[in-house]
């Protein structure tokens, strides 16, 4: 299947940030700096809808802020004693100082 990379924003849109919110195609998504990587991943929370936009980050998890279960940002495994579906992530790129998201079909980790 087809690649379909779309512009995120501007690197510059982080400053202290680690997470922003983004809609792309009229989808809910955050973008997550953690160190010198990039991420990103639905917007709610596949749990209860908590807006991940809200949570923290570290060390390649994100941390929900409603329900304290956290998600691996390189594939959407929730952690451990949690029985609901993974977070959906999608592949990121980094050209200059842009993010682009591949939104095709191929480009959720599932």
Known sequence: MAERWVYACEIAVFGRRQIVAAELEERQLILVRDGDGFFAAERACPHEGADLA?????????????????????????????????????????????????????????
């Open 54 to 110: 809200q949570g923290r980050c570290s060390d390649g998890k994100l941390l929900c802020p409603r329900h304290l279960a956290w998600f691996d940002l390189r594939d959407g495994a929730v952690s451990p004693g949690w029985s609901f579906r993974a977070l959906r992530v999608y592949r990121v790129r980094a050209d200059g100082d842009a993010l682009w998201i591949d939104l095709g079909p191929k480009g959720a980790i599932d």
